[in-house]
């Protein structure tokens, strides 16, 4: 089974500093690596994906991601944030084809 | 609609009600997931839907769980007899294919007391 780990529980920020909320991933196989964004008492945004081909995905908002097969990574960096950018963030993975696996999320605070 | 739909957004249930949660997904979109979100957690999976047809249900916590989807579009979610641990954010999900374009819905937060 595929699995997913965010190293920080917690991530507070200044406005406009840089921001990056670490992904680690277990798994044996092809993976295809997602980061969702959750505001207060909304749904999941996708950010960005990576499904194949380089391993720089741009996304959203100004969030980028790199995948690094060799550390199994897939880490989410944004150069500058703002305020808005408060949310909760949930690196996932799929398995068995379908299943997205969420890791247990990082909630990035940003402070003026 | 333009996105997927999920009512009621809240729900407070005694404990021992049963409780259908409700999810309309975008139109056209085949596959359809739910998913559980406890508080401070991350969403795990529950099931899945390919049309009408329910092909994975391992998530699901308990027999207390059902979810059904007659028609493959609108899917409801039912909890029988809820108990405090069932209080969650219960999420839905749709896609044309595979998850890897997956639209989510607000989700229905149900608290349980």
């Known amino acids: 089974a595929q699995s997913v780990t965010q190293l920080d529980s917690q991530v507070p920020v200044f406005e406009e500093a840089p921001v990056e909320l670490r992904c680690n991933y277990s798994s044996s196989v092809s993976v295809y690596l997602f980061w969702y964004v959750q505001y207060p008492n909304q749904g999941l945004q996708l950010l960005l994906k990576?499904?194949?081909?380089?391993?720089l995905v741009k996304g959203i908002n100004g969030f980028e991601a790199e995948f690094n097969k060799s550390q199994t990574s897939f880490h989410l960096r944004k150069p500058s944030v703002h305020i808005s950018d408060t949310a909760e963030y949930f690196c996932a993975v799929v398995s068995n084809d379908y299943k997205l696996s969420f890791g247990a999320g990082t909630t990035v605070t940003v402070r003026a | 609609g333009a996105g997927v739909s999920q009512s009621p957004r809240y729900k407070v249930a005694k404990r021992g009600q049963d409780v259908a949660l409700r999810c309309d997904p975008i139109s056209g979109h085949v596959s359809l997931f739910w998913y559980q979100q406890a508080l401070g957690q991350g969403p795990e999976f529950l099931t899945y839907f390919q049309n009408e047809a329910q092909l994975d249900k391992s998530g699901l916590p308990s027999d207390r769980f059902f979810a059904e989807r007659p028609e493959g579009s609108v899917s409801t979610l039912k909890i029988q007899r809820t108990q405090q641990e069932d209080s969650a954010v219960y999420l839905c999900?749709?896609?044309?294919?595979?998850?890897?374009?997956?639209?989510f819905g607000q989700g229905t937060r149900l608290t349980v007391v």
């Open positions: 990576y499904l194949s081909g380089s391993t």
């Open positions: 999900a749709s896609s044309s294919g595979k998850p890897t374009e997956a639209f």
